[in-house]
């Protein structure tokens, strides 16, 4: 059980680092939001390699666990899981000087498809509480570089569905 929510984190941290494209610029804010949507797609596809791309390769979790580590530990999860669903709400994100960017949300992970419409608090999975640590690099895109997480209990849940 705790190998898998070890995981979870990992996994969540992958969905948030792929920005998608647009025609005009997005501010730092909506590039994140962008990391966090697009990261569930390479998760839910287990597609090891884009979720790699959105990883700084100085990554350090709370635990130790670096870059290699991380990759490990994805791959394994990816082959033991062929359904991968994620859902998201995002609590917080602030964005220092120098690059650097600190993303609170909550996540829900789960092996069986379930509404996005529904609110984290009825979500029939895991439920992660993420804090994010993500810098922009020198090609400017934001990669994540740290990540700490705990188990989340739906009573917290104070934030804004949807």
């Not at 949507?37 to 998760?43: F, H, K, Y």
């Not at 870059?67 to 999860?77: I, N, V, W």
């Not at 810098?135 to 740290?146: F, I, K, M, N, Q």
Request: glycine share 6%.
């Amino acid at each position: 059980m705790r190998h898998f929510i070890r995981f979870y984190r990992v996994l969540f941290l992958m969905s948030i680092l792929l920005i998608g494209c647009s025609s005009e610029p997005l501010d730092s804010e909506q590039q994140l939001r962008t990391l966090i949507t697009d990261g569930e797609v390479a998760i839910e596809s287990r597609d090891l390699s884009t979720v790699l791309e959105m990883v700084d390769s100085r990554y350090l979790d709370k635990q130790q666990r670096d870059y290699h580590q991380l990759r490990a530990l994805l791959a394994g999860y990816f082959l033991r899981h062929r359904s991968i669903h994620i859902i998201s709400r995002i609590e917080r994100i602030e964005i220092e000087t120098g690059g650097v960017a600190q993303v609170t949300l909550y996540v829900g992970l789960a092996g069986s498809p379930q509404e996005n419409a529904m609110p984290l608090s009825q979500w029939r999975g895991d439920l992660i509480h993420l804090q994010l640590h993500v810098v922009l690099s020198d090609d400017e895109a934001w990669l994540v570089r740290g990540a700490d997480w705990r188990l989340a209990h739906p009573s917290e849940l104070v934030l804004p569905e949807g």
